[in-house]
């Protein structure tokens, strides 16, 4: 390595402290507001991936949920709840049934495989029954078959005929089927 004489800039003054790059001190705090930003951005990601997913899924809903079957049925209108005197005849033959009427069978009440048993009752006897589980609430005391479309009042009729249920109404709580029968505490297998 060469070796080059002394200059006047290799003489530092003494009271010079600084060496190297200037740095300034870091402020106060600084980490805490780098944190709070990945968490809100943590935060904003994750909502939005769980709506889109709700939205994909179809499972999110925007209308008020109800509390109880009963009075989703009854909220609706009040001339068109129970039918005390059926004005049809129920249809009891299956073989008679229209293909695009679907029947689902709820559990409405806290005893367990109660919508299974009775959708097992309904296909003996030839019903085909597109959807079973359990209803949102589970506080049912009255066994009761509801149907959509006065058009299938018979296939009600001959649903409560068949499980023993005496209890009909017309109800468009229950989108998802045309006739959907809820067991209640009085019902047995």
């Known amino acids: 390595m060469p070796k080059f004489p002394r200059d006047r800039f290799d003489d530092l003054p003494a009271d010079l402290q600084r060496v190297g790059a200037h740095r300034s001190t870091p402020r ?90 009775a959708s097992a009752d309904l296909e003996a006897a030839g019903y085909t029954v597109a959807t079973q589980g359990n209803a949102g609430d589970t506080s049912a005391t009255t066994s009761t078959v509801y149907y959509a479309d006065a058009a299938d009042e018979g296939v009600a009729l001959g649903l409560a005929q068949t499980l023993g249920v005496t209890a009909t109404a017309v109800s468009s709580a229950f989108p998802n089927a045309s006739v959907t029968v809820v067991l209640g505490a009085d019902y047995t297998p």
Do not use: C, H, K, M
Request: hydrophobic letters at 45%.
């Open 28 to 117: 106060r705090g600084r980490g805490l507001v780098v944190f709070a930003w990945a968490a809100l951005a943590t935060g904003v990601l994750v909502g939005g991936g769980v709506v889109a997913l709700g939205v994909l899924n179809d499972s999110i809903q925007f209308d008020a949920p109800t509390t109880t079957v009963t009075e989703t049925a009854e909220a609706e209108a009040p001339d068109d709840t129970a039918s005390a005197t059926p004005t049809g005849a129920p249809v009891t033959d299956p073989a008679d049934v229209d293909p695009s009427v679907t029947i689902a069978v709820l559990n409405g009440t806290s005893t367990a495989g109660l919508a299974t048993a």
